[in-house]
């Protein structure tokens, strides 16, 4: 059984080195930014979602005025 991700910074088209990730509480996204010295109109993002066993993967695409997400395989 395992939980993977990845988050992609969609204004950059990087992946968000250094973003903390949680499977037990939330961790704001506005230090992120402010690293970048930009302002964050999303200061956390909460994805919630069922986990039956087996392998999961949820990418998560953030920029500064937006996320998405979706299962991946």
């Known amino acids: 059984m395992s939980i993977s991700t990845h988050v992609l910074d969609t204004m950059r088209g990087t992946p968000a080195a250094g973003l903390a990730v949680a499977l037990h509480r939330r961790d704001d996204t506005k230090p992120y930014f ?20 087996g392998h999961l993967h949820v990418p998560l695409l953030l920029s500064a005025y ?8």
Not at 38 to 49: E, G, I, K, N, W
């Open 34 to 53: 402010e690293r970048s010295g930009l302002d964050a109109f999303y200061p956390s993002v909460s994805v919630v979602f069922t986990f039956e066993g």
């Open 66 to 73: 937006g996320y998405t997400t979706y299962k991946g395989i």
